[in-house]
């Protein structure tokens, strides 16, 4: 990990040439200022997972002026990912099943019968009044 804390070495004196604060890239990347200091202290990989972490390492990087590729070429066991144990499993009875905010139950069917019952009055409407003024 040596070679990422000197990639956010260079990262932090290359950023204060250019006379910039956190918050100062923070609203020119949207990255927020606690990743870019975790990056500049090479402990990024703390914060988020390793596809993050390479992608604002990278986004990092070209906003510095960096040619992130290269920067990944030369450095390969800093942009390393690791594998990461995944909290979830897929398959059957892993789906939540989605309900009302309070717990009760409302059929999936009750939009569909409510915007029928509601063209149907339209529609009566509109042939009531087309009748009414003699349009039909």
Known sequence: MEEIKKIGEMFRTKREEMHLSLKEVENATSIRQMYLQAIEEGKISQFLSAVYSMGFIKQYASFLGYDAEKLVRENPSAFKMRMEKQ?????IGTLEKRGGGSGAHHP???????WGLASMFVILFIWYIAKFFKIL
């Open 108 to 114: 999936r069917w009750r939009p569909n019968l409510l």
């Open 87 to 91: 909290e979830f499993a897929y398959g």
